[in-house]
């Protein structure tokens, strides 16, 4: 089934045998009391996972889900039921339990009329999914994958590669009479490596993917570069020396690094933290929180990117959101509750992990503009520090502002110069003063290759994020030699 | 609840085998829950929820695959049973794949208490009544606490079905009930979340609500006005959270799939000394209502109390039918799943045998060190051991809490780590399916200004 021959909402409809006569009045029963919106949000994903290890593509699964979830907000009290059996009986039940929340007295609006479509942007039209290339076809790329990164160096001693794809089709009906529909593709390739050389094991690993076809993978030899990226990170920690530890310059490259901006600013700056006064940057806007080389978005509308939607998962179509300008805090990600009680405009990031689970501020793909320095000559600027290029989670306290992230592949500088790999270490640093060091800002803005997953409150969400070389002066680094 | 009947899963074994499958699985999970959330004492969520699916997997021959669905009708799963078989065929036989040693599987099933058999799923309005109270103790603790994330309280019930073409069939259920508050202190320009929890599967014997919420405000009003400390190397008092979530790497990297990876970093240490002799984990799946406690495991094996660590010892490791096969051992009766997914391996109810020493007497032994409240980050190396973590909690000073620390880092090596646990404290509290008394490390690199 491919993008072309099938309207989401025509498939929910068929599907499910509804019609916009019983989505009406599914949405009229959630509004029976007084409420301020309501809506349905319909999924159906199918996904696949295929996974190579010790040589042998032994791990294939398949899986189908699809439910509704029905949601009703009054003032800031929101009432959530889902169900995977989607009938029109269950959706009532949903329903009813739904609006508990909801004042007993007050009038019910009039009745809802289901009319407009919303006009979505259309940023992953693909022609065929990734579910329908034939999984000979991807277990002979992983087989190759295997292959060529034990070919890299004889201490590669195992290597695990994986293909997770996934069709989402959702179809959103509002209280406004709005319904929005999508089908959202996803796909991902991971590789890992082991490497060991009799004195030291090392990990190391690399993977991409987004929205898009399966050919992303084979075109510009991409799995090739998966597989010798993890394979060459692993073999450069066989030699890596014990991270230093304290306040240091550290010079951050390009790509996956912006999960610096994820952690320190993208959450502090969520809607529902901000209307709660709970985030370290809540009535901070119109302030300087960065130095002015420091332009932050957060970018749903970038086509084929993991963190993209047409839509997000209320029927907003997503947009572009500056975050920080020049060191200026301007704006928050909102969801529509939110901007509500903010009195703001939505900004299509009210997003949510399935039919399970009430939207709520998300980032789609957040990263830092461009500057004017060379990368190399930022290195060349620091007479001492770290150089970390690649990185694994992170995660924030949003409260006091705190937040770190993990270096998997980090270099001592001296001199000016790249010299020793350090051991993987720990960054921490306070969200609404670290951009503030930043001193230098690099020409080379890349985005990561499409790995990240977000959680927040129990939900995970698909995220990009992007940075190029910047030069951070004084962030603490939790290596162990001091 | 809305199950899955036996017949049904008898009936899709069939299936597979009528479409050429030499043995399958059906795992069949139902559950149902409420939560509750009030936020400054009003109403802020109401959240219903039921599932229910069913899980497959199918061999043909050495080669497997896994599926699941929640599309439960027979004529469906006509369609997705020949498919799941089809993906069979495609995947390569592998050696070590297959069911159990059928001499394995139970022939009967302790009773362990995981059914509330006094409350049901408690109601919207009395859900909210305890989340009130919660919530109210936790703002009315101190003027400072100005704000909050709310507290919510949850309900939920379940049920498993696991049954195989080898004759195996089982069946459980479980409750449980939790109660969350996330009151924040303010003072000036610090702002601090504090947070604290409640666990059980018996209504009745869960922390009491307002208790929950002076925990949780009396947690966030002994952060503020952290402050960032210079660079050092100190004693570290992990409290019982942290101290819990140590265990769960020696559990992660016992794990028979880390193992044969080649991805642990407690390879071929299996007899060996790899913790100082005050170190005996214990990995308990009978525990009567335990958290994590089951009568079965994701294969139909019986499950069992066993030490995981004994005295500082790697006694077993922890494997499910594949991994055993590949290392020549035997399962252990740890095998988890998730419904669509091959066996996995977790732990049931993880604990560090308690010590002897109060959290005071082990606070009292620390001239200048960290007493450790919360972690932030990944940062584990499970290959090579090494451990770098965000860190916060409350600097010791002459063996007395001094004042709390933040934006720091705390790092060594786990190996080394472990073999420096000095001290283990008596307060072993049950609260999630992990547990740990106060422990001491001798010395780790806390990294600052």
Redesign the interface.
Known sequence: MSNQLISPDKFFLNRFGLNENSLEQILGAALERKADHADLYFEYRSAEGIAL??S????????????VGVRVCAE??????????VTIDRMRL?AE??R??ADQRGAAPGAIQIGSHVSAHNLYELETTPLEIP??DR?KLLAEIDRVARAYDPRV??V?ASIAAERKLVMIATSEGKIAADIQPLCRLNV?V?A?DGK????GSYGGGGRVEYRHFLENGRWKEYALEAARQAITNLDADD?P???MVVVLGPGWPGILLHEAIGHGLEGDFNR???S?FSNRIGQKVASELCTVVDDGTIKNRRGSLNVDDEGTPTSRTVLIEKGILRGYLQDRMNARLMKMAPTGNGRRESF?H?PMPRMTNTFMLAGESAPEDIIKSVDHGLYAVNF?????????G?????ASEAYLIEGGRVTRPV????L???GPDVLTRVTMVGNDLALDAGVGTCGKDGQSVPVGVGLPTIRVDGI??????? | MATVDLGLAGWALGEAAKHGATAAEVLCISAESLAAGV?LG????????????LGLRVFTGK?????????LERDSLVD?IA??VT??R???P?PW?GLPDPALHPKSFPELGLVDTEQGMVR?DEALKIARTAERAALGRDPRIK?S?GAEFSSGRYQVMFVNSQGFAGEYGGTSFSLVVAP?ARDGD????GFWHTSNRRFSRLEDAESVGKTAAERALR?LG?R?IK???APVVFDPDMAAGLIRTIAGASSGPSL????SFL?NQLGERIASSNVTVIDDALMPSGLGSKPFDGEGLATNRKKLVDGGTLATYLLDCYSARKLKLAPTGNASRGV???PSVSTTNLHLEPGIYTPQQIIGSVKDGLFLT?I????V?M??G?Y???A?GIWIKNGELAYPV????????LKEMLQAVEMVGNDLHWRSSTASPTLKISEM?????
């Open positions: 290890e010790e042998m593509v032994n791990h294939t699964s398949k899986s189908v889900s699809h439910g800031d009290r929101t009432g959530y039921a889902y169900s995977d059996e949903a339990a739904a508990a929340i999984l000979e277990a001693k195992n695990m890992t082991i060991d030291n094991r090392q990990i991270a530890a304290g306040e709660k006064g709970v370290a399970a009430s694994g989670g992170g995660q924030v306290d949003i409260t006091n705190k937040f770190v992230f993990s051991k993987g270490a720990t921490i640093g306070n603490t680094v939790g290596g162990t030699r001091s | 936020r009003e109403v802020e969520k109401l959240k219903h929820s039921r599932e229910r699916r080669s497997s695959a896994s599926a699941s669905t929640a599309e997705f498919n799941t993906l069979a495609l995947t390569s592998d794949s919207a704000n994330e924040i610090s702002m601090q979340q952060r952290a960032k660079t050092t190397q044969y990876k080649g991805a390879i669509g997914d091959a919360e932030i980050g990944m940062g190396n290959v090579t090494d770098s973590r965000g916060g933040q934006e720091i880092t705390i790092a060594g090596n690199t806390i990294a600052g200004a």
